[in-house]
Structure formats: C-alpha cells, structure tokens
C-alpha cells in the first residue's frame, strides 16, 4: 500500500496567516492526490483533486500543488472557518490510502 | 443531488458481525463505485473497500478477509459486513462515493455512524 505522510501533525495559526500543509507519498501517485477538511462529528469534504482542481464551491484561499511524491496544500489567509482537521489521499491505486492528519488550530 | 443514508447496528461484541446499510437517492447507481470507509475516534481515515452496480469489488488487503461489500440494485442500496470484529474496529464508518468512476476523490458521503465494539 502507499504510504501518505503528512506534516505536520498539528499547527497553531491565526486569523490572516498563510498556512501550508505538506503530503507525501511512499511511490509516486501521479496528480491522483485529493486534499479533505473535516470538522469535529461531520464528514470530510473535498477541498482538492487531482492535485490542484479546486472544488466547486470550495473559496478561493485554498491551493493545491504538487505532483508525483510530494504535494502542499496552502490557504492563503487563514479564516474562522478554516479551523479543522486535513486530509490527504491518493486515488492513484489500490488500496486508496490518507495520510494521517493535520489539525490547523487557533493560536 | 446524490444523498447516501446509512444506518446499522452501533453496538456489537467482540467476534460479533458488524452490519451497516447504504441508501442512495437522487442520481445514477450505476456508473460509480460505492465505496465505505471507516475513522477509529480521534484518528485517520482508512478506505475499507468498493462495489459497482454489477457486483464487481475491490477490498483493503488488510481488512479482506473480514470484509464483504455487497449491492442491491433493486433498492438503490449496497452494504458492509465485517467479520469477527474486535475493540480495533470501534470507529465511525462512512458510506461515500466517488466523483465518477473509481479513479476519483470522494465528493459525496454519508452521515456517518458511529459503531463501538464492547464486551
């Protein structure tokens, strides 16, 4: 199975700073890579696909890059909203894979 | 819009089968792979497996022994049983699917449903 990394763990960050979470994978997964948030008791949402492709709806203050091993994700300037936990996955092959996590808290 | 409700049973003991439910309204049942994936408390996502409309599926390697993923067209439904669970399978398990086909991210999931393993 590939293996996703992500860091860090966790972050502390305020209103109106520019946040970036990493994510790397074990082997190359092409731009098959999807970022998520999730908010405490709720389902993720999907943020990001195919490394990049903002999704509909999805503001504009988030940004993905990257492509093969290693990827960001970015929000620009962070909002109220923000404040969740993210996610990382690979659709690329079998057994899809997440990384383990970054929680954005408030400073 | 594509909505997914599941329910099942949220309390089970150890060597007990875990049973959940899938609905899908609104939109296509054919064309996707239905897909569960499960979030022990306070951790990860872990991606259990998926089932198209004609029964064809692919399963995590390390639950696949346990695991059957199945579908009833007639209902617009599909379903997980895990066997033999234990303590480590006490998570959250979410019915999903993708956004077309299996190569794509999740766009659409379920509520959710909590189930704890307790003897």
């Known amino acids: 199975a590939i293996r996703m990394t992500q860091s860090p763990s966790s972050l502390s960050a305020s209103i109106g700073d520019r946040v970036t979470v990493t994510c790397r994978a074990s082997?190359?997964?092409?731009?098959?890579l999807a970022w998520y948030q999730q908010k405490p008791g709720k389902a993720p949402q999907l943020l990001i696909y195919a490394a990049s492709t903002l999704q509909s709806g999805v503001p504009s203050r988030f940004s993905g890059s990257g492509s093969g091993t290693d990827f960001t994700l970015t929000i620009s300037c962070l909002q109220s909203d923000d404040f969740a936990t993210y996610f990382c996955?690979?659709?690329?092959?079998?057994?899809?894979?997440f990384g383990q996590g970054t929680r954005v808290e408030m400073k | 819009q594509v909505q997914l409700q599941q329910w099942g049973a949220g309390l089970l003991k150890p060597s007990e089968t875990l049973s959940l439910a899938c609905a899908v309204y609104g939109g296509s049942f054919s064309g996707y792979y239905w897909t569960w994936i499960r979030q022990p408390p306070g951790k990860g996502l872990e991606w259990i497996g998926e089932i198209n409309h004609s029964g064809d599926t692919n399963y995590n390697p390390s639950l696949k022994s346990r695991v059957t993923i199945s579908v009833d067209t007639s209902k617009n439904q599909f379903f997980l049983s895990l066997r033999s669970v234990t303590a480590a399978d006490t998570a959250a398990y979410y019915c999903?699917?993708?956004?077309?086909?299996?190569?794509?991210?999740?766009?659409?999931w379920g509520q959710g449903a909590l189930v704890t393993v307790s003897s």
């Open positions: 082997q190359g997964v092409s731009s098959y």
């Open positions: 999903a699917r993708p956004t077309s086909g299996s190569g794509s991210p999740i766009t659409t």
């Open positions: 996955q690979q659709y690329y092959n079998y057994p899809r894979t």
